[in-house]
């Protein structure tokens, strides 16, 4: 008998939080480290949002409620989904849940049994994947390349897809490269999934970075596709859109209200519900009038961020950065630092227990961090499955242009040290 259950081992996990342990033994030592590595917005929630809670906390409203959600939260988000994705959701088919990564747990829960195959996006929030391989199923990472701006095609999915698959993950905007979907790829996908999957197929359609697009973009979602509101989850939340990751809100579409009582079970059997003063909050931020200035004036910081930090990485020799069109991410190519400093052949020299814990963008990742006081995200952070030979990073731009002026000037000086990463393999003995 094991202390431990042993499907525990299939459990993956978020290193952009795992990381934290590393950056701390960096700030004991001293040093001051810009942190590329959370997709945390650098604002805060909006005061016209925080009055409502802060009253409704006052008043008293602190209890037990539906677990399913309040009915005034479930009723803006059901107006929100329908107007901005012309389909009509009602109230019961929402879920609240304690931010936007329960829906993931629960859609597997509730659709997926070991065996069945799982399409999802690779590079794709590392979650996707650590729950295919948590429940027992096969995963099918769908690789997203460089070249395509990191989207994909309906005849890539119709490659991926078989008579075994139950479930297709779509993340638009992306973490963590930023890529975006089109009316038109969204379109070839559904057709795809309309005529090759069983009816009972569903799709997770993870629009957390609805809010979040540059250049004029609008939000498309698969469900707006014919037929496709039937068959997907949608879901969403505060945290990037609104700049309320701790308040912990996010909610899921689900195709019919018997659907979502299943989401509502599972509430009731882990969080029983969220806190109703917060969902008060969470109404208030897509019913009030002021949000959507609030907005805007975040998605046009993070623009600029963007257009700044794109060209100066791709000035960096050995750095290739393309432009992401959402979300507040960038996911520089970084095989030439990589060539230039000597990672490759270090990592290829590790004993082969070493190897298989991380990668030659791994490495340069914590030379970064712990010589430079950069934290940034390696590629296998987002899909370890058939990621061997891509050597990217992610860097959120959500922070200040002065950390990421900074940030980018540490990068740039450490793409030139080579003697200083050979010490660092010496000197941290990471992966001895």
Request: glycine residues 10%.
């Amino acid at each position: 008998m094991s202390l431990v259950a042993a499907r525990l081992r299939d459990l993956g996990t978020e290193n952009a939080f795992k990381l934290g342990a590393d950056i701390q033994k960096c700030v004991d030592r001293g040093m001051d480290v810009i942190r590329f590595n959370l997709g945390a917005p650098d604002f805060r929630s909006a005061p016209h949002i925080n009055r409502v809670a802060i009253e409704e906390l006052e008043k008293g409203n602190s209890g037990y409620c539906d677990p399913a959600g309040i009915l005034p939260f479930r009723q803006a988000i059901a107006a929100h989904v329908s107007r901005t994705r012309g389909i009509d959701v009602t109230p019961d088919r929402v879920v609240v849940t304690p931010g936007a990564k329960p829906p993931i747990s629960y859609t597997f829960q509730t659709y997926v049994d070991p065996g069945d195959e799982v399409v999802y996006p690779s590079p794709g929030f590392p979650i996707y994947e650590s729950w295919v391989t948590y429940q027992g199923a096969t995963p099918v990472p769908l690789q997203l390349s460089e070249e395509a701006g990191f989207a994909f095609t309906a005849d890539e999915l119709a490659a991926k897809v078989s008579e075994r698959t139950k479930l297709v993950v779509l993340c638009s905007p992306s973490n963590p490269t930023g890529g975006v979907l089109s009316r038109k790829d969204l379109e070839g996908m559904a057709e795809v999934i309309r005529e090759r999957c069983h009816p009972d197929v569903r799709v997770y359609s993870d629009e957390i970075y609805e809010h979040i697009l540059f250049d004029g973009a609008q939000h498309e979602s698969i469900a707006s596709r014919p037929g496709m509101a039937d068959r997907t989850v949608i879901a969403g939340g505060l945290s990037k859109g609104f700049a309320m990751t701790g308040w912990r809100l996010g909610w899921a579409v689900l195709p019919t209200p018997a659907e979502a009582a299943l989401f509502k079970q599972i509430n009731i059997n882990t969080v029983s519900c969220v806190p109703p003063f917060l969902q008060e909050g969470g109404r208030a931020a897509y019913e009030s009038p002021e949000t959507g200035t609030v907005v805007r004036n975040m998605v046009d910081q993070f623009e600029r961020r963007r257009n700044f930090v794109v060209p100066a990485l791709n000035d960096i020799e050995g750095i290739r950065c393309p432009t992401p069109r959402g979300a507040f991410y960038v996911f520089p190519n970084v095989a030439g630092v990589c060539e230039t400093l000597g990672v490759l052949e270090a990592y290829d020299a590790l004993p082969g227990a070493a190897r298989a814990r991380t990668t030659p963008a791994g490495m340069l990742q914590m030379f970064l961090l712990y010589r430079y006081g950069v934290a940034t995200m390696d590629r296998a952070s987002f899909g370890r499955i058939g990621a061997d030979g891509q050597h990217f990073l992610r860097l959120s731009i959500a922070n200040s242009m002065e950390d990421i002026r900074e940030g980018v000037a540490r990068i740039e000086r450490a793409s030139r040290d080579r003697e200083g990463f050979a010490a660092f393999l010496v000197e941290e003995g990471l992966w001895a």
